[in-house]
């Protein structure tokens, strides 16, 4: 293939094994006149197990703002530059949107290099349909955003599709049985085409107890894919679920009403949420006023 002068290419590099580079991207990463990459370091293993002697330069969160200026210039005056991220496809959950984004505004081309991508590895073995599905990177660290976004999440009928780090797989799995439930099913890979790579599909409880059984299973990345609420869900609030929210809806709004409803009962949050704003409005006095 030809590489074509003042052209950012946009690669997509192994997630685990070095082996699974395509042949575009590799005749894309030895053709250009410069790579920006997450991280040098980790990039050089690769360009080097490959016998690529390109220069490469840091494009993190950190210095995006300031390195993507220079970039541009470098892209006008004709170089051919290569965008990557430490593993996988950049920009989902990675650094490198601010520059694709110049890039476009400067009228320069970008051209994407497709390849490995964690979410679609994760998606194809997990066995849930995933002709839609949400993607929602990494959630909040702390505890309490955490667990606010995902209770977000529980009227989704899509399977939802994580990243999570080693020190945090714990917490966001105990946080995922207690909001959605330990019967929900689930799915983590761990190490995804590496040399330790784990694999287990199971309701989320189960999972959990998985988890705990060795140590060592919290080490590595995840990717967590949780299925959509069942369409069972769908069905009437029943009379103790009425009970539920009315009692809640004297001290609080529908909205967290049906928040703390869902942790009560298991019911999705969605219908919990309608019925509960349809009982403050039949009862104005309610809804923590």
Same mark, same amino acid.
């Given at each position: 293939?030809?590489?074509?002068?003042?052209?950012?290419? !946009?690669?997509?590099?192994?997630?685990?094994?070095?082996?699974?580079?395509?042949?575009?991207?590799?005749?894309?990463?030895?053709?250009?006149?410069?790579?920006?990459?997450?991280?040098?370091?980790?990039?050089?293993?690769?360009?080097?197990?490959?016998?690529?002697?390109?220069?490469?330069?840091?494009?993190?969160?950190?210095?995006?703002?300031?390195?993507?200026?220079?970039?541009?210039?470098?892209?006008?005056? +004709?170089?051919?530059?290569?965008?990557?991220?430490?593993?996988?496809?950049?920009?989902?959950? /990675?650094?490198?949107?601010?520059?694709?984004?110049?890039?476009?505004?400067?009228?320069?081309?970008?051209?994407?290099?497709? +390849?490995?991508?964690?979410?679609?590895?994760?998606?194809?073995?997990? +066995?849930?349909?995933?002709?839609?599905?949400?993607?929602?990177?990494?959630?909040?660290?702390?505890?309490?955003?955490?667990?606010?976004?995902?209770?977000?999440?529980? +009227?989704? /009928?899509?399977?939802? !599709?994580?990243?999570?780090?080693?020190?945090?797989?714990?917490?966001?799995? %105990?946080?995922?049985?207690?909001?959605?439930?330990?019967?929900? /099913?689930?799915?983590?890979?761990?190490?995804?085409?590496?040399?330790?790579?784990?694999?287990?599909?199971?309701?989320?409880?189960?999972?959990?107890?998985?988890?705990?059984?060795?140590?060592?299973?919290?080490? %590595?990345?995840?990717?967590?894919?949780?299925?959509?609420?069942?369409?069972?869900?769908?069905?009437?609030?029943?009379?103790?679920?009425?009970?539920?929210?009315? !009692?809640?809806?004297?001290?609080?709004?529908?909205?967290?009403?049906?928040?703390?409803?869902?942790?009560?009962?298991?019911? %999705?949050?969605?219908?919990?949420?309608?019925?509960?704003?349809?009982?403050?409005?039949?009862?104005?006095?309610?809804?923590?006023?």
């Amino acid at each position: 293939m030809s590489i074509e002068a003042g052209t950012l290419y !946009v690669v997509a590099t192994p997630i685990g094994n070095l082996a699974d580079l395509s042949q575009r991207a590799l005749q894309t990463l030895a053709g250009v006149a410069l790579i920006a990459a997450e991280d040098t370091r980790h990039t050089g293993v690769l360009l080097r197990n490959h016998g690529i002697r390109i220069p490469a330069t840091a494009l993190h969160e950190h210095n995006e703002h300031q390195a993507v200026p220079r970039l541009i210039e470098r892209l006008r005056a +004709g170089d051919s530059v290569a965008l990557v991220s430490d593993a996988g496809t950049p920009l989902l959950s /990675d650094p490198g949107a601010h520059l694709v984004a110049q890039a476009h505004a400067a009228r320069l081309r970008v051209v994407p290099i497709p +390849g490995p991508s964690a979410v679609v590895a994760a998606l194809s073995v997990a +066995g849930f349909p995933a002709d839609r599905f949400v993607f929602e990177g990494f959630l909040p660290p702390r505890a309490g955003a955490r667990r606010g976004r995902l209770q977000e999440l529980t +009227g989704e /009928d899509r399977p939802i !599709v994580l990243y999570e780090a080693p020190h945090r797989i714990r917490e966001t799995l %105990g946080d995922l049985v207690s909001i959605f439930g330990a019967d929900r /099913d689930g799915f983590l890979a761990r190490e995804l085409t590496k040399v330790f790579e784990e694999l287990r599909r199971a309701p989320l409880g189960t999972l959990a107890q998985w988890l705990a059984e060795r140590a060592e299973r919290e080490r %590595g990345e995840y990717v967590v894919v949780v299925a959509g609420k069942p369409a069972t869900e769908d069905r009437e609030v029943g009379p103790e679920e009425e009970r539920v929210l009315r !009692v809640l809806l004297e001290e609080v709004p529908p909205s967290t009403a049906a928040a703390l409803a869902a942790r009560i009962t298991g019911r %999705g949050r969605r219908a919990l949420y309608a019925r509960a704003l349809a009982m403050a409005r039949e009862s104005p006095s309610t809804g923590g006023a």
